[in-house]
T-cell receptor, first 114, second 113 residues
Framework: AQSVAQPEDQVNVAEGNPLTVKCTYS??????LFWYVQYPNRGLQFLLK??????LVKGSYGFEAEFNKSQTSFHLKKPSALVSDSALYFC????????????FGQGTELSVKP | DAGVIQSPRHEVTEMGQEVTLRCKPI?????LFWYRQTMMRGLELLIY????????DSGMPEDRFSAKMPNASFSTLKIQPSEPRDSAVYFC???????????FGQGTRLTVV
């Protein structure tokens, strides 16, 4: 069965510092990987995706993520964090050969302090 | 496009009552998901439709929950009878096909008292 793990419930960084939010996955076949962000009392917003091709993908708001097949990871990164990046971040995986259902990790709360 | 539209935004009901949540996916999308979000359990996939057909309903908690998608532009999630432990935010999401990103509605906050 497919699954996604986000090992950190919370990540704290200072504004201007680089940030990393970790994600590992388990799926048979080629994974389709996604990152979403959720602000308080809002729905989830799509940030970026990896389907195939370059392992480094760029997304909205300056975020990027690196796909590492050998480590089965898809960590979210940003070179310089902003206070406004503070939110809940979800990693997700779809497996085409498993019907295409979209499974989410448990979420990581990112807090960026001035 | 207006995005995924869910109604109502908030619902407060008494235990034992029937609750129906509604979702209009983005036009042209052929995959639809219902999720439940709680502090304890995070974001759980309840059911997933593709081309209006339920593909995976293994996340539906119990027989009190049912979901339908009578056509490509409408889906419902029904809870009957409702219980306090069903209190959560319920999200609907749709995607163009089986390997693309999903877009979420604003959610329905359900409170069962």
């Amino acid at each position: 069965a497919q699954s996604v793990a986000q090992p950190e419930d919370q990540v704290n960084v200072a504004e201007g510092n680089p940030l990393t939010v970790k994600c590992t996955y388990s799926v048979s076949g080629n994974p389709y990987l996604f990152w979403y962000v959720q602000y308080p009392n809002r729905g989830l917003q799509f940030l970026l995706k990896y389907i195939t091709g370059d392992n480094l993908v760029k997304g909205s708001y300056g975020f990027e993520a690196e796909f590492n097949k050998s480590q089965t990871s898809f960590h979210l990164k940003k070179p310089s964090a902003l206070v406004s990046d503070s939110a809940l971040y979800f990693c997700a995986v779809r497996a085409f050969n498993q019907g295409g259902k979209l499974i989410f990790g448990q979420g990581t709360e990112l807090s960026v302090k001035p | 496009d207006a995005g995924v539209i869910q109604s109502p935004r908030h619902e407060v009901t008494e235990m034992g009552q029937e609750v129906t949540l509604r979702c209009k996916p983005i036009s042209g999308h052929n995959s639809l998901f219902w999720y439940r979000q709680t502090m304890m359990r995070g974001l759980e996939l309840l059911i997933y439709f593709n081309n209006n057909v339920p593909i995976d309903d293994s996340g539906m908690p119990e027989d009190r929950f049912s979901a339908k998608m009578p056509n490509a532009s409408f889906s419902t999630l029904k809870i009957q009878p409702s219980e306090p432990r069903d209190s959560a935010v319920y999200f609907c999401a749709s995607s163009l096909d089986r390997n693309t990103e999903a877009f979420f509605g604003q959610g329905t906050r359900l409170t069962v008292v």
